[in-house]
């Protein structure tokens, strides 16, 4: 029996057998705007809901505004970081040479059952051997797992490519792949999901419609 980790997202568990393995690392990926990091913070504040304690390293926007935007949702980051349930991060890789070894000290002092890294596009900052940075970041995934942890890292799409991430390799090195999509046509708009992998998993295969709602995101039914 394979354990699954609810993703706190309505909708989206139905489709990859009751949610994310467990002890996995998928990787959430998209153009700007498709909703990552509201993704990453609902998954965090669903384990959080439950008493599970979870840690967010952050590495582009602060602390201060994922916040600040969860706060929309209705989600109180604070009351669990006081409780000392979770714990929200930020690092500039500019300044931190091994940003891989402190992602896994930061992650060893929590004892985090979720993580969310936002994004590995800063995690390979100033490296441009695809090699090197696959090395690097399957050591961080390895960390990861050894510490008995369900991860999401998010990767950013760069505008009009067909790519699943910013480099190219991150999609080998994870268990799963998430793509957000944003279509816009005028005044209308549309987002939507599809589960490109998920190891030991039987999941959907459609493109299904992902809405924001007051109380974050949902997955719709596909509608082909």
Not at 101 to 112: D, F
Not at 179 to 200: F, N, P
């Amino acid at each position: 029996m394979i354990k699954r980790v609810a993703t706190g997202i309505p909708g989206l568990d139905r489709l990859m057998e009751g949610g994310l393995v467990e002890n996995s690392v998928t990787l959430l990926t998209g153009e700007t705007g498709t909703g990552k990091t509201i993704f990453a913070s609902q998954y965090i504040y669903g384990g959080l809901l439950n008493n599970e304690p979870g840690m967010f390293i952050t590495l582009e926007e602060t602390p201060e505004d994922i916040k600040n935007d969860a706060a929309i949702f209705g989600w109180d980051f604070d009351k669990f970081e006081k409780k000392g349930l979770f714990k929200i991060i930020y690092h500039d890789p500019v300044q931190v040479n091994n940003i891989d070894s402190v992602i896994i000290g930061e992650l060893n002092t929590l004892k985090a059952k979720r993580l969310v890294i936002d994004s590995t596009s800063l995690v390979a900052l100033n490296i441009e051997n695809p090699a090197q940075i696959r090395r690097r970041l399957f050591h961080i995934i390895s960390s990861i797992k050894r510490n008995r942890t369900t991860a999401i890292v998010t990767s950013e799409i760069p505008e009009g490519s067909k790519a699943l991430s910013r480099f190219g390799v991150e999609e080998f090195v994870v268990d799963g792949v998430v793509v957000l999509h944003y279509l816009g046509i005028g005044e209308v708009s549309a987002r939507s999901l599809t589960i490109r992998k998920m190891r030991r998993t039987s999941h959907g295969n459609d493109v299904y419609p992902l809405e924001i709602a007051k109380s974050g995101l949902v997955v719709k039914k596909s509608e082909i």
